[in-house]
């Protein structure tokens, strides 16, 4: 048979040593899996979705950042906490949305001032317990300015009065 008229095929590579044993020319070779192979493909698979699983929640805890970076508290949210008396939740919020950008409304003053007044009041009382008469002072006097500015909401003072010192 000439050489340039005989099939070329993947065995029959010009270079490539002629294939010995009984093979079939037009099948491709099985290949033989063995264990090792199959676990470390099934290692690779696993890794890839536990790669592709922490890059989808890396990226949804990026946006949330960046929602809660723009978050602040509504002025309803704030008379909510007022009027069920929840003035650990107003501190809380008052604080977590203080910003020098922001504008606030001469309600969300009295509600601040408000919340002002409860955590002076708060540490009062935990200087007096302590026994540090200078802190407490410091902050009693804090307590004393404070009601002029809560404006509507002065009876605030009262009623955090009554929950801190019992009286």
Not at 81 to 108: H, K, Q, V
Request: glycine residues 4%.
């Amino acid at each position: 048979m000439n050489r340039d008229n005989r099939k070329m095929n993947f065995r029959s590579v010009p270079g490539r040593p002629a294939p010995r044993g009984p093979w079939k020319y037009n099948e491709p070779p099985k290949k033989k899996s063995s264990a090792g192979s199959i676990l470390f493909t099934a290692a690779i698979v696993f890794l890839s979705f536990t790669l592709i699983i922490t890059i989808v929640t890396a990226i949804h805890t990026y946006q949330d950042h960046l929602t809660w970076y723009n978050y602040h508290e509504d002025e309803d949210g704030l008379i909510r906490d007022y009027t069920y008396g929840n003035f650990a939740e107003l501190m809380t919020e008052a604080y977590s949305d203080a910003n020098i950008d922001r504008r606030y409304t001469d309600t969300e003053m009295c509600l601040h001032a408000v919340a002002e007044y409860y955590e002076a009041a708060t540490l009062v009382r935990a200087f007096e317990a302590a026994g540090d008469e200078e802190r407490a002072a410091l902050y009693r006097k804090k307590m004393e300015a404070l009601p002029e500015k809560m404006g509507e909401f002065s009876d605030a003072a009262e009623k955090i009065d009554a929950i801190v010192f019992g009286e």
